[in-house]
């Protein structure tokens, strides 16, 4: 199976800052990767697919990029909605796998 | 909008057989876009994804949990479930259903259900 290995595990930010998150594949992926976002009690919820493209509604600082085995998620300026656990999910082989998460944090 | 809603015991004994269902509404689980899949999360820790059933009644499972996994669909109640034998206290999580796109290109979860606890123990 392909492991998706995330960094780092927390990231401290302070609101209007720039958070940016990775995302490794064992593998290539090529660009099917998808990223989301996870709040306390709550599901998942889409925000990236295709590696960069945004899902509906999702605001436009949430940027993904990257293709083969190195990804990228980046939020341009972090608002309090926003601090939260982030996985990456690669769907070009299955098994399906997530990362392990990385949590943004108020700093 | 579809919305997914999981519904099951809370508490299940060791050895015995997790049974959860979810029901799917706003949107035709026969439709053949998409799959139909469970996914687990244990407290403090990352996603597993457990398997997926397509409308034909096709499935695929992780390997990890394939001898103890069945995910099965019932399109006349607009439910699939899912039921995980021979269960220990590292099985115990929270277990999400999911919507899964089938087309190429597409197999990522769009909508997800609220999720549902399921403690093992005794």
């Known amino acids: 199976e392909i492991v998706m290995t995330q960094s780092p595990d927390t990231l401290s930010v302070s609101p209007g800052e720039r958070a940016t998150l990775s995302c490794r594949a064992s593998q290539s992926v090529s660009s099917n990767l998808a990223w989301y976002q996870q709040k306390p009690g709550q599901a998942p919820w889409l925000l990236i697919y295709g590696a960069s493209t945004r899902a509906t509604g999702i605001p436009a600082r949430f940027s993904g990029s990257g293709s083969g085995t190195e990804f990228t998620l980046t939020i341009s300026s972090l608002q309090s909605e926003d601090f939260a656990v982030y996985f990456c999910q690669q769907y070009n082989n299955w098994p399906l796998t997530f990362g392990g998460g990385t949590k943004v944090e108020i700093k | 909008q579809v919305q997914l809603q999981e519904s099951g015991p809370g508490l299940v004994k060791p050895s015995q057989t997790l049974s959860l269902t979810c029901t799917v509404s706003?949107?035709?689980?026969?439709?053949?876009?998409?799959?139909w899949s469970w996914i687990r999360q244990p407290a403090g820790k990352g996603l597993e994804w457990i398997g997926r059933?397509?409308?034909?009644?096709?499935?695929n499972y992780n390997p990890s949990l394939e001898s103890r996994v069945t995910i099965s669909m019932d399109t006349s109640k607009k439910q699939f479930s899912l039921t995980l034998g021979s269960v220990t206290a590292a099985d115990t999580a929270v277990y999400y259903c999911?919507?899964?796109?089938?087309?190429?290109?597409?197999?990522?979860?769009?909508?997800w259900g609220q999720g549902t606890l399921v403690t093992v123990s005794s």
């Open positions: 999911a919507r899964l796109g089938s087309l190429r290109g597409t197999t990522y979860f769009d909508s």
């Open positions: 059933v397509y409308s034909s009644g096709s499935t």
């Open positions: 706003g949107a035709s689980i026969s439709n053949g876009d998409y799959y």
